[in-house]
């Protein structure tokens, strides 16, 4: 699936935009701050962003997330992660 296309409503914005919108709107052409708490329910964002940045793009992103509530998400997604790279 290519999520490019994909509106919802930005609640910084006030108005529908695409993910595409939300993958370039940021400084330098970076993500949006809010892509994975806006974009979540929608798709798998966090496995899309993983495999568009490179992975110090991808930490620096996570990092910039203000909800310690999706934080922990992406913390608990990457723990799964690692025990089923290690079975
Ligand atoms: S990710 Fe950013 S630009 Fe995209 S909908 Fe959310 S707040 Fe708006």
Not at 5 to 10: P, Q, S, T
Not at 29 to 51: G, L, S, Y
Request: hydrophobic share 35%; proline share 7%.
């Amino acid at each position: 699936m290519e999520p490019e296309g994909l509106e919802r409503r930005c609640p910084r914005l006030g108005g529908d935009v695409a993910f595409g919108y939300c993958k370039v709107c940021g400084e330098g052409r970076t993500p949006c701050f809010k892509v994975f708490d806006c974009w979540w329910e929608r798709f798998d964002v966090v496995a899309h962003m993983q495999a568009c940045l490179s992975p110090d793009a991808f930490d620096a992103l996570s990092a910039r997330r203000p909800q310690p509530k999706m934080t922990s998400l992406v913390d608990l997604i990457r723990q799964a992660q690692a025990r089923a790279s290690q079975d």
